[in-house]
């Protein structure tokens, strides 16, 4: 079988073959993929804001310099780290030429209502994490008196992408939600474009499904284990995917 390479183009691709516009016969112009990646950036950048966050889990590993107590994650030009803002952080790790140590990650109530030791350099064993509008940050407890290798397991969200962008570390039901959620955009966009009841159905269901499992991971439950768990008022469970 061969394997699917996921990008933010099959997304786009798969819109436009949901409302008929692209096939084999029919390839998309340059206007029609930017106008495609346009529709996927807006949507990825409203669910950010909303219970819809496109997010999936990942290990990042990234230097911890001796001396720097703050990290940022993002995107933008200047941050600590090019990443993706995270969702949730999971877990600290720093690691030297001899040991792996974990850090825990303190609450707000720590971080805002203890007192710091400023200018105290030794290894740290906390860290506080917060999520911004425009990136995520970690504040290590006490600067790091010597560099170190960090990893963390998070759960990064998704609210921009580039043409051609590798995007195989998100699900496929992800995929297959965005795609819907494009297609349904773009359909009142171009001439000749087909949209009915049963993808509106369709599209609704998936949905319904990410809005209610923003805390699972989807690279375990399929969509036919999430599906399975939508049931009617009267206790009926829906078959099939």
């Known amino acids: 079988m061969t394997e699917i390479t996921r990008t933010s183009n099959t997304i786009i691709e798969k819109a436009y073959k949901l409302i008929g516009i692209f096939s084999s016969e029919r390839a998309l112009s340059k206007g029609d993929v930017n106008e495609g990646l346009n529709t996927l950036n807006a949507l990825l950048d409203n669910y950010s804001?909303?219970?819809?966050?496109?997010?999936?889990?990942?290990q990042l590993t990234f230097p911890v310099t001796a001396g720097k107590q703050r990290y940022t994650f993002s995107t933008a030009i200047g941050a600590d780290v090019d990443s993706q803002r995270i969702v949730n952080l999971k877990f600290i790790?720093?690691?030297?030429?001899?040991?792996?140590?974990?850090?825990?990650i303190?609450?707000?109530?720590?971080?805002?209502?203890?007192?710091?030791?400023?200018n105290a350099t030794c290894r740290p064993v906390q860290a506080y994490f917060q999520n911004e509008n425009e990136q995520s940050f970690i504040f290590f407890?006490?600067?790091?008196?010597?560099?170190?290798?960090?990893?963390?397991?998070?759960?990064f969200?998704?609210?921009?992408?580039?043409?051609?962008?590798?995007l195989a570390e998100v699900p496929g039901y992800y995929h297959d939600f965005l795609a819907y959620a494009v297609a349904r955009n773009l359909q009142d966009v171009f001439d000749g474009s087909s949209w009915n009841d049963k993808k509106e159905a369709?599209?609704?269901?998936?949905?319904?499904?990410?809005?209610?499992?923003?805390?699972?991971?989807?690279?375990?439950?399929?969509?036919a284990m999430l599906k399975a768990g939508r049931g009617y008022n009267d206790g009926r469970i829906m078959r099939g995917y």
């Open 49 to 58: 804001s909303n219970n819809t966050k496109i997010a999936y889990d990942k």
């Open 93 to 104: 790790n720093l690691e030297d030429a001899n040991f792996l140590y974990p850090v825990d």
């Open 106 to 118: 303190v609450a707000d109530v720590i971080y805002y209502r203890r007192a710091q030791a400023l």
């Open 141 to 155: 407890f006490t600067k790091p008196e010597i560099d170190y290798s960090c990893t963390i397991k998070a759960k």
């Open 157 to 166: 969200m998704i609210d921009k992408v580039s043409l051609n962008q590798p």
């Open 202 to 223: 369709k599209y609704k269901e998936l949905l319904k499904d990410v809005i209610g499992a923003t805390d699972l991971d989807f690279n375990i439950k399929t969509g």
